[in-house]
């Protein structure tokens, strides 16, 4: 049972590069999410899904874009990468509200 | 506005020693809570939750304690061993129109041997 698992781990792209961060998730769960970390700040809700073809804001959703086309997927796209987007990503999982989120183990990204 | 924040960044704790991380939140509406453990490198993971009708709940090692009247959370963990070393932080739910989890920015942990 693999839980949630991000590719790729690390990546580094140049401003104005675009790219896309895959999620992927085993345990049948209807809501995911995508958050950032960054030094001395919380983790930050950039997007989530309640269901497969459902997508909604979340806190910090400006420059970033998801798709859940399949219950299991869920993809986490920069169209033009700014350098305050340097962080590292992280997708969760869980069944419903106020039950455990189940966290990736993240993608660090960094833009120059 | 709402936050959830930490009494201490760090924490040093003697090897078998129990440890209590604090955690402080100021939505008086917020009704469900998490703490979290992350490890470097690593995603974070779930410890033990506890929901706004409960003042206490027990888990393996763990203990969490809520008092709703100062808004305050912390974690016990007791007899710690040098794998308990990372940053711990607790998030909370609140709904606005939709649900919310808000997370603290962490204590770090370190287990002296």
């Known amino acids: ?112 | 506005g709402e936050s959830v924040g930490l009494h201490l960044p760090t924490l040093s704790v003697q090897e078998g020693d129990n440890s209590i991380i604090n955690c402080a939140y100021s939505n008086s509406a917020s009704d469900y809570f998490i703490w979290y453990k992350q490890e470097s490198g690593k995603g974070p993971q779930f410890i033990i939750d506890i929901r706004s009708n409960m003042d206490k709940r027990q888990g393996q090692r763990v203990t969490v304690l809520l008092n709703k009247t100062v808004k305050h959370l912390s974690l016990q963990i007791a007899a710690t061993q040098p794998g308990d070393s990372a940053v711990y932080f607790c998030a909370e739910n609140v709904y606005f129109g939709n649900e919310k989890l808000t997370f603290g920015t962490g204590t770090r942990l370190t287990i002296i041997p």
């Not at chain 1, 049948?28 to 970390?37: P, T, V």
């Not at chain 1, 420059?63 to 033009?80: A, D, I, M, T, W």
């Open chain 1, 1 to 112: 049972n693999a839980g949630v698992t991000q590719t790729p781990k690390f990546r580094v792209l140049k401003t104005g590069q675009s790219m896309t961060l895959l999620c992927a998730q085993d345990m049948n769960h209807e809501y995911m999410y995508w958050y950032r970390q960054d030094p001395g700040m919380g983790l930050r809700l950039i997007h989530y899904s309640v269901g497969e073809g459902t997508t909604a804001k979340g806190e910090v959703p400006d420059g970033y874009n998801v798709s859940r086309l399949k219950k299991q997927n869920f993809l986490l796209g920069l169209e033009s990468a700014a350098p305050s987007q340097t962080s590292v990503y992280f997708c969760a999982s869980s069944w419903v509200v106020r039950s455990p989120l189940h966290f990736g183990n993240g993608t660090r990204l960094t833009v120059t």
